[in-house]
């Protein structure tokens, strides 16, 4: 193996947290939870071939936080009290026994929640019609619920919730670290984005008032969880209803969001684009993971979006990612990192996995 591949194999720390290597599972939801959101002994084993396979770091699913408006899907965990967080003991605990770092994502769908047992109706920044259709291979079907605009005490509610979450996430299931989901089309993305937050308070406006409920979480649930446990934040311009979203103000936004996150201590950010080499912006431009470490540069970046090939994940390296995370290439190499050291060929991912519904199948168990 020559130098530049190595890199991807040299350890890291995270916030005083060894990472024995640059390559991390994406975080994808699979809605195999029971339906009132325990994670189960299927998940335990689908988590635990990531650990095993030589993944250094493995982020969960989306998480919900409360149980009011924040679930998004029919059998998607949570981590909202006692029974959900000890729930997940066991699949923390299979990560952690190949030596793999264990991060809880933690979300609230907002306008995007799609199947949702404790309310009927949606919440998000202001009532503006959702974009795009549910997702059917989560149980969705014809167009979002068009949501009520948030209260000041639905604010403080959610972001309390996503601290308290943070606690029993580390404190009850053991978890190393927290992520919180601030990007694609979810609730705090939905502050962040002019179109779906059109408020004229102090949560509205100007991209430093769209992204204040995204910094304020980070700092409930660092106050909570304490300066010893890696807290970061998934960041995006495009959405799971909205693929080719761009922020208005380009790279001043970057500087805003990332040098922001950067100033609140965040100590990793991730990165998401559909192609993470990409320009973000401008032709030629530079990548969203090239700003995030011009902005960001003690924060340790994740990176992800079609990175699963050798070539790939070295050249994101190199273009300001610490670490790469794989989805779609993980779910079809649960070892894919021991693959790329091994120099084997990968398996190509095959999408027939995730229908007719995401959850996760027999077929995958046995890989
Ligand atoms: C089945 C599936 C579920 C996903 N669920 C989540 C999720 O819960 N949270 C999240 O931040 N991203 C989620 N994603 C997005 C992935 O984290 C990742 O951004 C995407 O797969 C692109 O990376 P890739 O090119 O390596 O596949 C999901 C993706 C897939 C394929």
Redesign the pocket.
């Known amino acids: 193996m020559n130098s530049d591949t190595s890199a991807l194999f040299a350890p890291i720390d995270i916030n005083g947290h060894a990472v024995k290597n640059r390559f991390s599972v ?5 809605i195999t939870a029971t339906e009132d959101g325990r994670a189960t002994e299927t998940m335990t084993r689908y988590y635990e071939r990531f650990a095993r396979g030589g993944f250094g770091t493995v982020i969960t ?2 998480i919900y936080v409360d149980q009011a408006f924040s679930q998004g899907y029919v059998h998607q965990p949570g981590m909202t009290d006692d029974v959900q967080a000890n729930a997940w003991k066991s699949v923390v605990r299979g990560i952690k026994a190949h030596g793999a770092l264990a991060i809880a ?1 933690l ?1 609230h769908a907002g306008a995007l929640a799609q199947g949702n047992r404790f309310r009927d109706a949606t919440v998000g920044p202001s009532s503006v019609q959702p974009k795009g259709e549910q997702m059917k291979f989560y149980h969705g079907k014809d167009r979002y619920a068009l949501p009520a605009p948030m209260t000041e005490t639905q604010i403080a509610d959610a972001i309390g919730s996503f601290a308290a979450s943070a606690a029993r996430a580390v404190v009850m299931a053991g978890f190393d670290g927290i992520e919180i ?1 601030g ?2 089309g979810y609730l705090l993305d939905q502050f962040l984005t002019d179109y779906s937050n059109t408020r004229s308070d102090r949560w509205g406006g100007a991209t430093e008032n769209r992204l204040r409920l995204i910094l304020e979480t980070f700092n409930a649930v660092r106050a909570k969880v304490g300066d010893q446990i890696p807290v970061g934040v ?1 960041i995006s311009q495009g959405k799971v209803n909205d693929y080719h979203h761009k922020w208005s103000g380009a790279e001043r936004d970057a500087e805003i969001i990332f040098g922001s996150l950067a100033d609140a201590g965040a100590d990793f950010i991730h990165v ?1 684009e559909f192609e993470a080499w990409q320009p973000a912006f401008a032709p030629r431009g530079p990548s969203l993971m090239h700003l995030a470490k011009r902005y960001a540069p003690k924060a340790t970046i994740f990176a ?5 090939t050798i070539e790939r994940a070295v050249d994101a390296l190199n273009d300001g990612a610490d670490i790469v ?5 993980a779910l079809a190499n649960p070892d894919l990192p021991k693959r790329l050291s091994d120099r084997r060929v990968l398996d190509d991912f095959d999408p027939t996995i ?1 229908g007719p519904v ?1 959850d996760i199948k027999a077929s995958e168990l046995a890989m």
């Open positions: 994406a975080p994808m939801t699979r699913e989306g994502q979300m989901h990007a694609n998934r998401t992800n979006g079609s990175l699963h995370t794989i989805g779609r290439g995730l995401a």
